[in-house]
């Protein structure tokens, strides 16, 4: 499957960091999908048919890691990669990312050639 029939969600509350990495994501040939908040995000991900999703851990409705906790509870969403973008750097956090499911952990800012070099090595 070719890059451009890959969607990915883009879970992240700040406008601009989201606008920046759907660009990229864009510009990469990946189709960017953007929920500001959790609930959105588990909203789409029963709607949508997406491949990999790209996750803050700071956000409203519940934050990354209550998302992580639901996607793991739900057969459509369990298998989808989950890639961490943050500001939390606590070694403990990242501990808990990845025991609810997270594939890999980025601490911001991270250069988005890293991002995207882990991303494609996933999809």
């Known amino acids: 499957m070719a890059n451009s029939e890959k969607n990915i969600l883009i879970v992240e509350d700040d406008r601009d960091q989201?606008?920046?990495?759907?660009?990229?994501?864009?510009?990469?040939?990946?189709?960017?999908?953007?929920?500001?908040d959790t609930t959105t995000a588990l909203m789409m991900l029963r709607q949508l048919e997406i491949d990999l999703v790209i996750l803050d851990l700071e956000l409203p409705g519940g934050g990354g890691l209550f998302m992580l906790e639901?996607?793991?509870?739900?057969?459509?969403?369990?298998?989808?990669?989950?890639?961490?973008?943050?500001?939390?750097?606590?070694?403990?956090?990242?501990?808990?990312?990845?025991?609810?499911?997270?594939?890999?952990?980025?601490?911001?800012?991270?250069?988005?050639?890293?991002?995207?070099?882990?991303?494609?090595?996933?999809l």
Not at 18 to 36: D, E, F, S, V, W
Not at 93 to 112: D, I, L, Q, S, W
């Open 18 to 36: 989201a606008q920046a990495l759907a660009m990229y994501t864009k510009g990469k040939g990946y189709l960017p999908k953007i929920a500001r």
């Open 70 to 122: 639901n996607m793991k509870k739900s057969f459509k969403t369990s298998a989808i990669p989950v890639v961490v973008l943050t500001a939390r750097i606590e070694p403990s956090t990242e501990k808990k990312a990845r025991e609810k499911g997270a594939r890999e952990y980025f601490v911001k800012p991270c250069p988005m050639e890293k991002l995207f070099g882990a991303i494609d090595a996933i």
